[in-house]
């Protein structure tokens, strides 16, 4: 080390000019100005990352969703239907099954009473014989031995949970009344199961001389049977005589022009229909839907409806009703050549709800499709790609898409989250411009 030191350094020899400061003052104004350079033009940088980031962008989290493309028309529904008379008896009139109750022929379907009054007896009556009922079965009840059997009863308790909060849901107050006793059975019977100790026999007594009592008051009435088996339905709405103009069990005037077979339904006679108004039904006590199957008609844009064959089974859904979506079956299809085709659907299924449908607004399900949802300004396309940018932190990223249905507005693409391509929680970029893969912003 000590020799190296001892060596003479070579002489510098350079072909550049060599400029030396040596006056003090002349070197702090040198370096202040350098500095101030340096931190105008660091700015001026700064300042341009900072422009070129100060996009205002908008995001959307992707989600998989399921999207079922569908299909809304106006609709009118047809079955074989009959009136029930009752000979001449006038009076308080009171149903004795729920609507869309199947009753055989000659099952008593209807009560009527000379009073209002009267009427009441009978209601009150049903409602103590309720009462004792459900006590009877609380008195009946004993504590259980065994895990399985406590669960059974836990069960019971969660199934009449659930079902009344369906009720609440739907707006349903006949079937919140029934599934809130229900519940209140339930969880009554389970609390005796593990042991509670509930005594009813004062109850059951007051009930009993209340029964007694009622039955004392209770005066004549009259009972109207079913004149064939078919499901009850307590109000007719003056549109029974069209459907029986279509099923041929009977036959109204007024619609001579739509008393085709309901197979042959065109586009002309569904507008009629939808057009009719309903006849004077008072003296009827309700009516009887006779018939297996009933239909829903409606008109379609022919477009819509050009991959449909006779047999399908679609999902309909009543947005406006109570009525539960139900499968229904394709039975007919019939253009009029000016873009509308009649569709003509059958369905089986009956309840209160169904039974009471008439004109309703239907909602078709054509097709089902699961991936994720992007808004068509966020679609790209980038040497020929399809993609959307995202934003991950503070970089934009690029992500490859592979649309599995579009339309005007948005489209769903395939949500398996392949390498490079957008997966479920990506932040998706709705506007922007000068946007490219990598480019930071704030």
């Known amino acids: 080390m000590a020799e190296e030191k001892s060596k003479k350094k070579k002489p510098h020899i350079s072909t550049d000019i060599d400029f030396r400061i040596t006056s003090p003052k002349i070197k702090v104004l040198l370096l202040i100005v350098g500095l101030l350079l340096a931190t105008l033009l660091g700015g001026y940088h700064v300042f341009q990352i900072t422009d070129d980031s100060l996009i205002e962008l908008e995001t959307v989290t992707a989600k998989k969703i399921t999207y079922v493309k569908s299909l809304e028309a106006q609709a009118f529904v047809l079955r074989d239907e009959c009136y029930i008379q009752g000979g001449g008896n006038a009076g308080y009139v009171v149903p004795l099954v729920e609507d869309g109750t199947k009753v055989s022929g000659n099952d008593?379907?209807?009560?009527?009473?000379?009073s209002e009054s009267d009427a009441q007896i009978y209601y009150d009556l049903q409602d103590i014989e309720a009462d004792i009922a459900y006590y009877e079965s609380i008195r009946n009840t004993t504590a259980v031995s065994t895990l399985s059997d406590i669960t059974a009863y836990d069960e019971k308790v969660e199934e009449s949970i659930f079902a009344l909060i369906d009720a609440v849901d739907a707006r349903n107050i006949r079937e919140l009344k029934i599934h809130a006793d229900d519940l209140r059975s339930s969880?009554?019977?389970?609390?005796?199961?593990v042991g509670n100790t509930i005594d009813v026999t004062a109850a059951l007594s007051a009930l009993y001389a209340e029964r007694t009592q009622l039955l004392n008051k209770q005066t004549q009435y009259t009972s109207i049977p079913a004149v064939v088996?078919?499901?009850y339905v307590n109000a007719a709405d003056g549109y029974?005589?069209?459907c029986g103009a279509y099923s041929g069990f009977g036959f109204a005037e007024d619609i001579e022009k739509i008393t085709k077979n309901v197979k042959q339904i065109d586009t002309e006679s569904i507008d009629s229909l939808l057009e009719l108004k309903p006849v004077d039904v008072s003296?009827?006590?309700?009516?009887?839907?006779t018939g297996f199957l009933w239909y829903i008609v409606c008109n379609v844009p022919t477009e819509e409806v050009a991959d449909f064959y006779i047999g399908q089974r679609l999902q309909v859904a009543f947005p406006d009703e109570q009525a539960n979506s139900i499968e229904c079956k394709v039975v007919a299809m019939n253009a009029d050549g000016t873009g509308r085709t009649a569709l003509i659907l059958s369905a089986t299924a009956m309840d209160a709800n169904y039974a009471n449908l008439r004109t309703a607004k239907v909602v078709i399900s054509l097709e089902t499709y699961t991936g994720i949802r992007v808004d068509q300004t966020a679609l790209r396309v980038v040497d020929d790609?399809?993609?959307?940018?995202?934003?991950?932190g503070n970089v934009v990223r690029f992500r490859n898409v592979e649309p599995i249905y579009s339309e005007e507005k948005f489209a769903i693409v395939d949500a398996s989250g392949k390498s490079g391509y957008i997966?479920?929680?990506?932040?998706i970029i709705l506007g922007g411009t000068d946007l490219y893969d990598g480019k930071l912003v704030q």
């Open 240 to 242: 029974e005589s069209v």
């Open 108 to 114: 008593s379907v209807v009560n009527i009473f000379k």
């Open 229 to 231: 088996a078919g499901y």
């Open 385 to 392: 790609q399809p993609g959307v940018y995202v934003l991950l």
């Open 283 to 289: 003296a009827s006590y309700g009516k009887l839907i």
């Open 187 to 193: 969880v009554t019977k389970r609390n005796i199961a």
């Open 423 to 427: 997966k479920a929680f990506d932040e």
